[in-house]
């Protein structure tokens, strides 16, 4: 079998949970090996994410490794036998695979929640306020690398513009919608921008005022997606070499106990959507 040159998040999210199944289990590799009748090498591959693995062999594991929660097992055999080549393969190996991966996550998702506190959520983002964002990456980039991230994060909004949109929820701090990115005009937009899409019935912005005592909890960006199951929530980190997907249980647990933090601590839609109008009245 010819072995994956780079894996997808999602494929290495499958063979990570395998592992841990495995793991919890107490069995070693040869023991995964000897049901299924292959080497140990081959087990390696499935759990790196390097070969896939068949519903038949998936449900064997699961049930030697006395996993008795079907939904997690069907999630599981839906991640490895789904073949959708989703639109972000036409930008492999265009753009870093971090992009690729994002992307790929959204599309999957049940839901999607970001808290943002420097700049407006990429799911959000109009096409001039992109642009000048990724205009002020250090080293510059070229023009048409530039061209390529705007028109891939545009294209990210599928996901709550489609028809069958998925719920989204997005936490803002005051201080990325009055931070002028791209200048006066720019930023206007933008703001009537999200007065626009947060009509929309699934889709919800907060703000967090400056006025707030006592907020510390989060200062970085956070994006928490939804998996069908919660076992198979993912959180990404933006940090100094690139994006974190985070996906243990226990770390899960303490991003979803800050996410709901940010939400208590933000204004309630209504208001929100008052002080975006009169931020954007000021420009």
């Known amino acids: 079998m010819v072995l994956r040159r780079e894996p997808t998040a999602r494929q ?12 919890a289990a107490g069995l070693a590799a040869r023991d995964a090996a000897a049901l299924l009748g292959v080497s140990h090498v081959q087990i390696s591959h499935i759990e790196s994410g390097l070969t896939g693995v068949s519903e038949q062999r998936l ?3 699961a049930a030697h490794y006395s996993c008795t929660d079907e939904k997690f097992i069907d999630a599981l055999v839906t991640m490895a036998t789904d073949r959708t080549r989703g639109w972000w393969e036409e930008y492999r190996e265009h753009l ?6 994002l992307s790929e996550l959204e599309w999957h998702a049940t839901y999607r929640g970001d808290a943002d506190f420097l700049h407006v959520p990429g799911l959000l983002q109009t096409e001039a306020y992109a642009r000048a964002l990724f205009s002020c990456r250090v080293p510059e980039l070229p023009k048409d690398d530039l061209e390529l991230r ?10 709550i513009e489609s028809p069958q949109p998925i719920p989204y929820d997005a936490v803002v701090h005051e201080a990325a919608l009055r931070i002028r990115v791209g200048g006066r005009a720019i930023s206007k937009e933008q703001l009537t921008h999200i007065l626009d899409v947060s009509e929309a019935d699934h889709i919800t912005v907060r703000v967090i005022p400056f006025d707030l005592d006592e907020f510390a909890d989060v200062t970085a960006a956070m994006v928490y997606a939804g998996g069908t199951v919660p076992r198979l929530d993912t959180v990404v980190r933006d ?5 974190l997907f985070i996906e243990s249980e226990a770390q899960l647990a303490v991003y979803r106990t800050l996410f709901r933090r ?3 601590a933000s204004l309630d839609p209504e208001r929100s959507r008052d002080l975006i109008y009169r931020l954007a009245k000021e420009l």
């Open 96 to 101: 870093p695979t971090a992009f690729l991966n």
């Open 59 to 61: 449900r064997r594991l």
């Open 262 to 264: 940010v939400e208590e």
């Open 150 to 159: 705007v028109r891939h994060r545009l294209q990210r909004r599928v996901v």
């Open 239 to 243: 940090g100094p070499h690139g994006s």
């Open 12 to 23: 290495l999210r499958l063979a990570a949970e395998l592992r841990r199944l495995r793991d």
